[in-house]
């Protein structure tokens, strides 16, 4: 054997035996668990190597299960911790006003489960590691030939040490830069915890309802809520300034009374719809449905572009200039080539339509870039100056004042290209510092939009220079980079609510979703939220899961230092046209 040949078996040697030997670590603390106790709860702690619990904290209870997942440079064992409630529980729980907050456990008796978990499950990984390296050394030592010698110790622990060596080290480096709350990326849950999200707010819907809340549930609620104090960053339970519904294919299904209660709950600022309203194209489909009655009734602004299925030929605008008529609503791109740019709490939103309409089975995605190009063509020339523009200091259509979420109390700021609008009717706290924040938004109006809004994904691929894109049409959620898809609020609507199943299976009915962009007063993305629940046509809701994901790792760029959101801001408008229009910016026929 070649040394070249030699070199490469030992290091595949060194890997296979650093692999197995972890695996074996992780099986031992599965057969062997910890356990875990604070006062009122105990825990059985393993860690798991299945793929899609890597780097995941997993808290299964009988309400749903709780996943905290880290992003952490190295994927690290996932942490199985099953927790149960202690015995002496049962004699607390006769309390009549017996609270969420008082059952939590205190960050002390969190800390010391933490490092017991830290030193037992540690150990006994540890454990496992060497009994396997000893084994195979000693396995090593002893492999030979009837007439051959034993090999020297020294060459029979070469390989094995050294794989024992990183085994350790590196689970432990990967576990100690992974779980920790600077490198959490989402809060999930679904069932009955489905309803926890990165705040705390739900907890105090279920002392709302204490009367009809098991005191069972409150304890599960109580659990999973300290584990999120513990590992949630700070940043992240702060009170949003700025809330942004996203919802998207309506699909012609009046499901605004469940808007207007998420609205009204959730403390939205504004609605972004990336279109699909209605079927077939036409607006009497939807004037039937009742849906502009319906999107008036929610009285925040309604951010609208056009999707496939709102228009029924290549010239078509009759539903596009019907919802300009509505309250409330503003459409990004009212005509070809003429979009809206809105000013929404602070946060800079432009959009444009799809250039595809129904029936309209031709071209694929190619057709979304010249839409695109025409709209970032627009955009470059609004910052070049050369752009024909005419801006508004009240909003045109959008009559409902922005309205929930929690004002930053901070200093407001001049909407960057409009004329006399500010982004709060408060008074500066200082010259200075609305200075920078006029700054600052004046330099990121230079590098793009806050968000950008579209229909098809091909629309948002081809699109640039904005902090997050948004688009539907798939009928799924989608995350890649900062571009979220967004799933159908309404299953699909009647219409095209069930799909058929695999492999000729039975019809099954689309989920339902909606998600929450959660911005702080400095204008960055605090969390995506998103919801999804399906039944509801069969009359059997379920509720199917949330997700709170980081939003610093979807938001880029990030907005400049001195940026200033707020929930009380009017929404001020930019109508802006290119100049040179893309003319090849031209519907397929």
Same mark, same amino acid.
């Given at each position: 054997?070649?040394?070249? +040949? !030699?070199?490469? $078996?030992?290091?595949?040697? /060194?890997?296979? &035996?650093?692999?197995?030997? =972890?695996?074996? %670590?992780?099986a031992v603390t599965s057969v062997w668990p910890t356990q875990v106790s604070t006062q009122s709860y105990a825990a059985t702690v393993r860690l798991s190597a299945e793929p899609d619990q890597l780097s995941t904290l997993h808290a299964p209870t009988l309400f749903g299960d709780l996943d905290l997942r880290f992003d952490g440079v190295l994927p690290a064992p996932g942490v199985n911790a099953v927790a149960r409630v202690q015995d002496r529980i049962t004699s607390v729980l006769a309390t009549r006003d017996l609270s969420v907050s008082a059952l939590k456990p205190t960050p002390a008796e969190i800390d010391d ?39 020297? +110790? !020294?060459?029979? $622990?070469?390989?094995?040490? /050294?794989?024992? &060596?990183?085994?350790?080290? =590196?689970?432990? %480096? ?130 609208? $572009? ?146 950008? $809004? ?136």
């Open positions: 054997m070649t040394g070249t +040949w !030699r070199s490469v $078996v030992v290091l595949l040697g /060194l890997a296979t &035996l650093t692999l197995a030997s =972890g695996l074996v %670590g992780i489960a933490v490092a017991t978990t830290i030193t037992q499950v540690g150990g006994k990984f540890a454990g496992g590691v060497l009994l396997t390296c000893v084994l195979v050394a000693f396995a090593t030592r002893h492999w030979r030939s009837r007439d051959e010698p034993l090999r020297p +110790w !020294r060459r029979a $622990v070469a390989i094995p040490a /050294l794989s024992l &060596l990183l085994a350790l080290t =590196g689970t432990a %480096g990967a576990a100690w830069s992974t779980f920790r709350p600077d490198r959490l990326e989402s809060v999930g849950a679904d069932g009955l915890l489905g309803y926890l999200r990165s705040n705390t707010a739900i907890l105090a819907d279920v002392e709302a309802r204490s009367a009809q809340a098991q005191p069972y549930v409150k304890n599960m609620l109580a659990l999973s809520a300290a584990l999120q104090d513990k590992f949630v960053p700070a940043e992240l339970a702060t009170p949003a300034s700025v809330k942004i519904l996203l919802v998207s294919d309506i699909h012609g299904a009046n499901a605004y009374p469940l808007m207007k209660q998420i609205v009204e709950t959730e403390g939205i600022t504004a609605v972004i719809d990336t279109g699909d309203l209605v079927n077939f194209g036409r607006v009497q489909e939807a004037e039937a449905a009742g849906l502009f009655t319906g999107i008036r009734s929610l009285g925040v602004p309604y951010l609208f $572009v056009r999707g496939n299925h709102d228009a029924a030929s290549p010239t078509d605008e009759a539903l596009v200039e019907r919802m300009t008529q509505v309250p409330g609503v503003v459409v990004l791109e009212p005509r070809r080539h003429a979009y809206t740019l809105a000013t929404v709490g602070g946060l800079r939103i432009g959009g444009f339509n799809d250039p595809r309409w129904f029936g309209d089975t031709g071209g694929g995605p190619a057709t979304q870039v010249p839409a695109a190009e025409a709209f970032g063509e627009a955009m470059r020339e609004l910052r070049a100056g050369r752009a024909t523009t005419a801006q508004e200091s009240s909003t045109r259509g959008a009559t409902a004042s922005p309205s929930g979420g929690t004002p930053a109390p901070s200093t407001s700021s001049a909407v960057p290209g409009s004329t006399g609008a500010t982004s709060s009717g408060a008074p500066p706290d200082s010259s200075s510092g609305a200075a920078a924040a006029s700054s600052a938004a004046a330099a990121d109006a230079e590098r793009g939009l806050d968000v950008l $809004v579209t229909h098809e994904p091909a629309a948002a691929e081809a699109s640039g220079d904005a902090g997050i894109r948004l688009h539907g049409h798939m009928h799924s959620t989608a995350l890649q980079g900062n571009r979220i898809q967004i799933g159908t609020f309404t299953g699909g609507g009647v219409v095209s609510h069930y799909i058929q199943g695999a492999d000729g299976a039975e019809l099954a009915g689309q989920p339902y979703a909606f998600d929450v962009l959660s911005f702080g007063g400095d204008c960055r993305l605090q969390t995506l939220t998103r919801y999804s629940y399906r039944d509801l046509l069969e009359g059997r809701p379920v509720y199917d899961d949330v997700r709170a994901i980081n939003g610093r790792a979807i938001q880029s760029p990030l907005p400049s230092t001195g940026r200033v959101c707020r929930a009380d801001a009017p929404v001020t408008l930019q109508d802006v046209r290119a100049t040179t229009p893309d003319t090849s910016a031209t519907p397929t026929p």
